[in-house]
């Protein structure tokens, strides 16, 4: 065997993946991060809005020190129709709990701090390579093969997002279907930040985070997302992928017409387009896959189907990272007993089932129902009530 | 502003493209027209495009890497998609 061998080896430099592999290090462990793109997050998009709880557990001083963009402190909520549109906006003063923190952030240059963090902490990183394949014996995953190069380890996590193409050779999830999936696509806008500010009603450092319902302005399930950064806009266009056929519009075409939608372009006047990204997200309430481990093997954020996407509330972000640091800990307490089977790493399938997040996956997807039901709109104080729930996630 | 085209947003972004090798296998011959239509509309950075002839062209320098095409017409219209390899493609400079 190899001397570099490593205990684990994380095929995917993402959220999942960076939070995975930190928390690995911290115990220790010896552990190899495997990142497609030249830096990490250099091939990742969102739509701008990440709750902090789940990383703050792993860096308690992130909001003094991380990239983070604004602090969302305003929501809105706007149905459109072709020439006009209606919008509910909800402050900060109703907004708590535990999702009390989030904040825009734009990915390349935040993947790319807490890669950095990870690396402090002792994970190596190989960025600029994409792995190829799976090692896998006798049904058991060993390790993994880019290029010309194999590399083995105690266990593999796949944290490469949803494209899962290694978790299908994995044997752990199919192909995805068209109507498992929308395809994002978004402008990032620069802007003064004192006209930002001005235009949004913000105070520095604050943030906006608006949803919207686009379907009866461009056609069936095509929404809308504008979230406000520093210095630039994240707007962007989600669709069902399966959707697009039937769809009066291009994914090209929409993107313009919600930037020239009346109710958009007086808040994008004078911006200039500085970059154009496009990423898949898993739709709907997001469905745990049956199995995420086999022998040798853990699947993490994205791959593992971990994600809400209900139009109005989209988090995939702290999930991801929640998923990772639970993959941690299952890698750990292997790592005392030498035992990756599936049979021990299935206590993984277990902590994901107690955590947070199959729960908020059911109650984001009651809300459906909730929004669906007349009687709320007689009574304007649950109504906000419940529009804070929805727009909180 | 002057309306941006869908080539001026790509000029916009940051490749480093590999101009030998697709790396997506695209069938330009494919019977299904509607297959093929889908397939154009759904790409978020246009790169599939139809001629007046009906004629289907790709270009994979511009590709934003969603997978959309692969997931919507794979085994069809798409007979083979990979990510770039190592070291090439999209670099989000935002994201
Ligand atoms: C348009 C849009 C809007 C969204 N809005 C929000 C939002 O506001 N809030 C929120 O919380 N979530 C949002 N999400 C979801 C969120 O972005 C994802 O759930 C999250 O990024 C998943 O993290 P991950 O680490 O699992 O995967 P990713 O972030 O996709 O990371 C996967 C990593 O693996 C790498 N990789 C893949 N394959 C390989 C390989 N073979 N070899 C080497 N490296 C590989 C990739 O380059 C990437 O760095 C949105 C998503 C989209 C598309
Ligand atoms: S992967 Fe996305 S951007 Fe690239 S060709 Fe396919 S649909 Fe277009």
């Not at chain 1, 620069?190 to 302005?217: C, M």
């Not at chain 1, 962007?236 to 009066?248: C, D, F, L, N, Y």
């Not at chain 2, 950075?45 to 017409?73: N, Q, W």
């Amino acid at each position: 065997m190899a001397e570099d061998r490593f205990d684990a080896i994380i095929v995917g430099g993402g959220l999942a993946g960076i939070a995975a592999a930190y928390r690995l290090a911290q115990e220790g462990l010896e552990v190899l991060v495997v990142e497609r793109g030249n830096t990490c997050g250099s091939k990742n998009m969102t739509g701008g809005r990440l709750y902090t709880h789940t990383l703050e557990k792993l860096i308690p001083d992130l909001l003094q020190r991380a990239p983070l963009e604004r602090r969302i402190v305003k929501e809105r909520f706007s149905l459109l129709t072709p020439s006009s549109g209606t919008t509910i906006e909800v402050d900060s003063a109703k907004l708590g709990g535990l999702y009390a923190n989030s904040y825009s952030v734009l990915r390349a240059p935040f993947d790319r701090w807490l890669a950095d963090e990870a690396e402090a902490a002792g994970v190596m990183f190989v960025c600029g390579v994409l792995v190829d394949d799976l090692i896998i014996r006798d049904g058991r995953v060993c390790g993994i093969i880019a290029g010309e190069e194999e590399m083995e380890a105690d266990v593999v996590i796949l944290a490469e997002g949803v494209n899962a193409q290694l978790a299908q050779k994995a044997g752990l999830r199919e192909e995805l279907q068209p109507d498992q999936v929308e395809v994002g696509a978004k402008e990032v806008l620069s802007l003064d930040q004192a006209v930002l500010e001005d235009r949004f009603h913000l105070a520095p450092g604050e943030g906006i985070a608006w949803i919207i319902r686009g379907e009866d302005a461009f056609g069936p399930g095509a929404n809308g997302f504008l979230y406000t950064n520093k210095d630039t806009i994240s707007l962007g266009v989600v669709t069902e992928i399966g959707k697009i056929p039937s769809a009066q519009h291009s994914m090209v075409e929409l993107v313009d017409l919600l930037k020239e939608h009346p109710v958009v372009a007086p808040l994008i006047a004078g911006s200039k387009t500085v970059e154009y990204s496009a990423h898949l997200l898993p739709c709907g309430q997001g469905a745990i896959l049956p199995r995420l481990c086999g022998d040798g093997v853990l699947l993490a954020g994205d791959a593992a189907g971990l994600a809400i996407n209900l139009g109005y509330v989209v988090r995939g972000m702290d999930l991801a990272v929640e998923s990772g640091l639970l993959c941690a800990e299952t890698v750990l307490k292997c790592h005392e007993t030498g035992d990756f089977s599936r049979d021990a790493l299935s206590s993984y399938e277990t902590a994901i089932q107690n955590s947070f997040i199959p729960r908020d996956m059911e109650r984001c997807g009651s809300y459906a129902a909730q929004l669906g039901n007349k009687a709320l709109y007689d009574d304007p104080a649950k109504l906000i009530d419940v529009l804070t729930a929805v727009m909180q996630g | 502003m002057a309306k941006m085209t869908i080539e001026d947003k790509l000029g916009l972004n940051k490749f480093n493209t590999n101009e030998l090798n697709s790396h997506i296998d695209v069938d330009k011959e494919y019977l299904d027209k509607q297959e093929v239509e889908r397939v154009c509309r759904a790409c978020p950075a246009g790169l599939y495009k139809l001629d007046a002839e009906g004629k289907l062209s790709f270009d994979h320098l511009g590709c934003l890497e969603c997978g959309t095409c692969r997931v919507l017409s794979g085994g069809k219209v798409v007979k083979g998609w990979h990510y770039p390899q190592s070291g090439y493609g999209i670099s989000f400079r935002m994201g």
